[in-house]
């Protein structure tokens, strides 16, 4: 997992930029911004995120997952967004979106878990969390996950 610091020297090295006024061009931001970035622990917002994410060619979930972990506040939630990252880094856009969104999606309410488990056949999944209601309909597990995340990973499989 990498930091802001990390990936804006990154940019620089991979175009040859000898200044950060020279970075604050290509990005599209004011040497201030830049400057905030590096000195006062400033995580990149989506925006300039997908842009730093395009110029590495890197995976814009990655990205994304990187800023919202130096974002966030919890533990809980830094723990979150490193295992995205980390996923996203791996095995790419694809299999992160798996992790998020199908998995859970997949996972049978818990009273057709306790139905199958009652029968003695099938095979049957449970998760600690809630991710179908009785009534069949999805919760997403993960409410604060930013919908750009997933949209943005869909599309970097697809532009490859």
């Known amino acids: 997992m990498e930091t ?5 020297d990154q940019v620089k090295a991979k175009h040859g930029l000898p200044s950060d006024g020279k ?4 990005l599209g931001l004011t040497r201030a911004q830049v400057s905030r970035y590096r000195n006062k622990g400033d995580a990149f917002g989506e925006d300039v995120a997908l842009k730093v994410a395009d110029l590495l060619d890197l995976d814009p979930g990655y990205v994304l997952a990187c800023a ?3 974002r966030a506040k919890s533990e809980g939630a ?5 295992h995205v990252a980390d996923v996203s880094k791996r095995f790419g856009a694809a299999a992160a979106l798996l992790l998020l969104v199908g998995v859970p999606a997949l996972t049978p309410a818990p009273a057709e878990a306790a139905q199958a488990k009652a029968s003695g056949g099938g ?5 600690n969390h809630k991710s ?3 009534e069949g309909k999805f919760n997403n597990p993960y409410p604060s996950l930013p919908a750009t995340l997933i949209w943005n990973s869909v599309l ?3 532009r490859r």
């Not at 970075?23 to 290509?26: D, E, P, R, T």
């Not at 095979?123 to 998760?127: F, R």
């Open 156 to 158: 970097f499989v697809l």
């Open 68 to 70: 919202a972990f130096e």
């Open 78 to 82: 830094r723990s979150a967004w490193r």
């Open 23 to 26: 970075l604050s061009a290509l």
């Open 123 to 127: 095979m049957y999944i449970m998760l």
């Open 4 to 8: 802001t610091t990390e990936l804006l």
């Open 132 to 134: 179908v209601s009785a």
